[in-house]
């Protein structure tokens, strides 16, 4: 879904009286290294459809997430972020996307 389609979506949602409602999700990113993988992971995790905010956070290895409940769960957000070469939560990495890391964002082999 094009964030135009989501913007319509909103709209004709608070016009029916029936608001999306805002939720926050902290997923656990243990395998977050340095300031680079931060930027991949926001990024990565931007581009879902219904994510309102995003913040990594690479010191205590979480990101946290606003999103629209009804539109995106969190393992959407989670598939994003594993899809981007990382953990998330309990979500295993994708290994394809974890070897074009670059060698700074890499863990120590069987952490991913």
């Known amino acids: ?9 909103l ?3 608070v016009a029916c009286g ?3 409602t805002a939720k ?3 997923i656990k990113t243990p395998t977050l290294q340095c300031a680079s993988c931060e930027v991949t992971v926001t990024k990565a995790v931007e581009k879902v459809e219904g994510v309102q905010s995003v913040s990594a956070d690479t010191d205590n290895k979480v ?3 606003a999103y ?3 539109v995106i769960q969190v393992g959407d ?3 994003a972020i594993a899809k981007s070469g990382y953990q998330a939560n309990d979500k295993k990495a994708d290994a394809e996307a974890y070897k074009k890391l670059p060698e700074c964002c890499k863990v120590e082999s069987g952490a991913h």
């Open 11 to 13: 709209a004709a949602a």
């Open 24 to 26: 926050k999700a902290e």
């Open 68 to 70: 629209a409940e009804g």
């Open 63 to 65: 990101v946290k997430v």
């Open 18 to 20: 029936s608001a999306i």
């Open 77 to 79: 957000i989670e598939t």
């Open 1 to 9: 879904m094009k964030r135009s389609s989501y913007i319509a979506l």
